[in-house]
């Protein structure tokens, strides 16, 4: 018991911060789309990336199996060990816990299903077939919650899945999304015949643009939640709203279809154009947000935020950092200093079209507001250092901000700053590196 009370009181002091003086960037730099879409420029083309979307989407349904071998679906046993992850309690993990999951991640079953499914509900994609939590050393600055290293990512309602086999236990199934992998609860999803699939690709889709609106079925049950970038497909519409299919199941796991009546004005028929108005409406969707690792709770982290920001408008990224830093035309920053890095992204970052990227972090570049270049990102925390102890002031939402914030703050660790650590920005909307 007083080992817990002195590693909470422990990360308590890291964060104590939180408590602390208000973020400049956050009184000088407006938070709002209004201020910074003037900066945007209409992009009318199609690209390359847009005519793809749907193949993207639809990726799951169309592979006969996936790339990923039995050794890369085995990294959280490389990952995560006894001697460096940590439970619920704040306590070291036992070897015990590793051994449960290796027995009910069931290798020997690996693509013995090999089906096709969708999702009924906003669901977690997990690392390992377990609820529970992985933390690295809660001690440590920018350990502990909410970084719950199991939480690969969250995927929306309806979304289309491949699905390997399932857990020992058979109360979880290995899938592969459209950007990443995991275990997800096998209530979560029901399989589909290829009939279906064909039937369902082929149909017109509706793209939702509002988040957290509840959705219903024509009878009145409650379904789910509109996420931003999910696709449904079309039946019919009026002058007020259109009538999509949705998946669903009843309580004897039979598949079964429901129609939902959806209001124009929080969805569209087509993919949107790059316009201010457009990119004024989805991005207010998500200024202000929590801050949530891997969709744990229902909101964003970083590079979850970008990607779900772009697919309205046909741009499809990767789910993590890094490989979102892969997309588009690529310009390198490294070796720059601080006053380069800002000369360069002036002249070669196009507003709301650039991703600037350092590592285990992306921004979107905005534009310039009085002169400072201002990003939109989802951020945690500022990284402190005082009498050599790391640190965090907590911000946990999205928000608009110069690539220095936090440097206003007591014990601001310039070299862990964005500015200083930026490695490279990628414009989207152009082919190439």
């Known amino acids: 018991m007083q080992h817990f009370i002195t590693s909470l009181s422990i990360t308590i002091f890291l964060y104590s911060s939180l408590f602390g003086a208000e973020i400049d960037d956050l009184q000088t730099i407006p938070q709002n789309a209004s201020s910074f879409v003037k900066n945007l420029k209409d992009s009318k083309h199609l690209l390359s990336t847009q005519k793809k979307y749907k193949e993207f989407y639809f990726s799951p349904w169309n592979m006969e199996k996936p790339e990923e071998s039995l050794e890369d679906i085995s990294w959280p046993f490389l990952s995560f060990n006894a001697d460096n992850s940590y439970g619920i309690n704040l306590q070291p993990l036992k070897d015990e816990f590793f051994i449960e999951m290796y027995n009910n991640y069931n290798f020997n079953e690996y693509l013995l299903v090999s089906k096709k499914a969708i999702t009924l509900n906003y669901t977690h994609l997990r ?7 992985i933390y690295r050393d809660p001690k440590k600055a920018g350990e502990g919650f909410p970084f719950d290293y199991l939480q690969n990512s969250s995927i929306a309602a309806n979304k289309p899945l491949f699905v ?4 020992k236990d058979r109360e979880w199934v290995m899938v592969f ?4 992998n995991g275990w ?5 999803i029901v399989f589909l015949g290829d009939e279906c699939i064909e039937k369902y690709q082929e149909a017109e889709q509706v793209f939702l643009l509002k988040d957290k609106v509840p959705l219903y079925s024509l009878q009145g049950e409650f379904l789910f939640h509109s996420r931003v970038g999910m696709m449904l497909k079309l039946l019919s519409e009026d002058k007020e709203s259109y009538t999509v299919l949705v998946v669903s199941k009843n309580n004897i796991s039979s598949l079964k279809y429901l129609k939902s009546r959806i209001p124009k004005n929080i969805a569209s028929k087509n993919i949107l154009r790059l316009t201010r108005s457009n990119f004024e409406s989805i991005i207010n969707e998500f200024v202000g947000t ?3 690792w891997g969709g744990r709770y229902g909101d ?4 979850s935020l970008l990607r779900d920001m772009f697919l309205p408008f046909g741009i499809w990224l990767p789910r993590n950092s890094s490989h979102q830093s892969e997309v588009g035309k690529i310009i390198n920053l490294k070796g720059l200093s601080d006053t380069q890095k800002l000369k360069r992204i002036k002249e070669k970052a196009i507003p709301f079209q650039t991703i600037l990227y350092r ?3 992306v921004l979107l570049y905005v534009g310039t507001y009085k002169g400072r270049v201002v990003v939109f990102h989802d951020v945690w925390g500022i990284r402190t250092k005082q009498n050599g102890v790391k640190g965090r002031i907590v911000v946990g939402k999205a928000l608009f901000s110069t690539l220095l914030l936090g440097q206003d703050q007591e014990g601001y660790d310039i070299y862990n700053g964005h500015l200083r650590n930026l490695i490279s920005m990628g ?3 152009k082919e190439g590196r």
């Open 427 to 429: 414009i989207v909307t």
């Open 300 to 303: 964003r982290d970083c590079s």
């Open 127 to 133: 690392a390992l077939p377990t609820d529970r939590p």
């Open 164 to 167: 390997s086999h399932y857990s």
């Open 184 to 188: 997800i609860k096998a209530s979560d």
């Open 290 to 292: 929590p801050y949530d």
């Open 177 to 180: 999304s459209s950007f990443t």
């Open 359 to 361: 590592k285990g972090h």
